[in-house]
């Protein structure tokens, strides 16, 4: 039996209708708390939109574990490009403040106390710094599961990954992990998508001008999308290949598209206008 979320009523549905829905057009109204056999079903907690349903003991389901996994391992992969980054774009940049040293949530915890005990006027950590927020979600786990009689923190974030990757399973069965495991997930999706935006490699899609052809027919505009020419390494490829942004397109949602020139000819329109 499948189920969705309802943002209306923040519970999850069936497909199934109430017996008193009148409404043609439901998408299903009846409350999900039986599967087909009567037996109460639970929903994962990680993420509240998540439709998945678990076996007894578990608190959140193999999608959002590889979820956070996934996010974990983008976020070594990026820092480890981010020095070449920073040599390429400043010392100012953000690549250069990711690539230099970072200090983990104790020993920034600590410093910030020291400081405000000789009176100086601190800032609230920096939980965009990955170590940091890391660690300090390390610290905590560690604190919980009593693992933390050797090691408080792991010396750096690649340790750090490794040991919430390895640990991971272990608090899905956690009842009282579970709220743990939701943090953990949100702020690696953060983390992932600021290293990434500072790596220029992020996975949100670069949005243009509302789309003109909608405009012209009074229709509620969605704003452009751009997409990249193809370029790959791969000998055996067929496609054209582009080095520059002469194969880039932009297009709307309902399927509309110009090439990367015709988009500068517009924007370019545009700002004659205004």
């Known amino acids: 039996m499948t189920c969705r979320f309802d943002?209306?009523?923040?519970?999850?549905?069936?497909?199934?209708?109430?017996?008193?829905?009148?409404?043609?057009?439901?998408?299903?109204c009846t409350p999900c708390t039986h599967d087909t056999d009567g037996n109460p079903v639970r929903h994962c907690r990680t993420r509240t939109r998540c439709t998945s349903h678990l076996a007894w003991?578990?608190?959140?389901?193999?999608?959002?574990?590889?979820?956070?996994?996934?996010?974990?391992?983008?976020?070594?992969?990026?820092?480890?490009?981010?020095?070449?980054?920073?040599?390429?774009?400043?010392?100012n940049?953000?690549?250069?403040?990711?690539?230099?040293?970072?200090?983990?949530?104790?020993?920034?915890?600590?410093?910030?106390v020291n400081a405000a005990r000789n009176g100086e006027q601190v800032e609230e950590l920096d939980l965009r710094d990955p170590y940091t927020c890391l660690t300090m979600h390390e610290r905590t786990i560690r604190e919980d599961l009593g693992h933390d009689s050797l090691v408080l923190v792991s010396p750096n974030v690649a340790a750090t990954v490794a040991y919430l990757d390895w640990v991971l399973t272990d608090l899905?069965?956690?009842e009282d992990q579970a709220d743990a495991l939701a943090a953990l997930r949100d702020d690696a999706a953060k983390l992932r998508?600021?290293?990434?935006?500072?790596?220029?490699?992020?996975?949100?899609?670069?949005?243009?001008?509302?789309?003109?052809?909608?405009?012209?027919?009074?229709?509620?505009?969605?704003?452009?999308s751009r997409r990249y020419g193809h370029w790959c390494a791969r000998p055996d490829c067929t496609r054209p290949h582009y080095i520059d942004d002469r194969g880039d397109t932009w297009r709307c949602t309902v399927g509309h598209e110009w090439s990367h020139?015709?988009?500068?000819?517009?924007?370019a329109g545009r700002q004659k206008v205004s």
């Open 93 to 112: 940049s953000e690549p250069a403040n990711l690539a230099g040293p970072h200090a983990d949530y104790v020993t920034a915890q600590w410093r910030l």
């Open 193 to 224: 998508n600021h290293v990434e935006a500072a790596l220029r490699d992020s996975r949100t899609p670069d949005r243009g001008i509302p789309c003109p052809t909608c405009t012209e027919a009074h229709k509620s505009a969605p704003r452009l």
């Open 7 to 28: 943002r209306t009523t923040g519970t999850h549905l069936t497909r199934a209708c109430l017996a008193n829905c009148l409404d043609p057009a439901c998408r299903g």
């Open 261 to 267: 020139a015709e988009y500068e000819e517009l924007l």
């Open 57 to 91: 003991g578990e608190y959140a389901c193999p999608t959002c574990l590889g979820k956070i996994r996934d996010d974990l391992t983008a976020i070594v992969d990026a820092l480890a490009l981010m020095p070449d980054e920073a040599i390429e774009r400043g010392i």
């Open 172 to 174: 899905a069965h956690l």
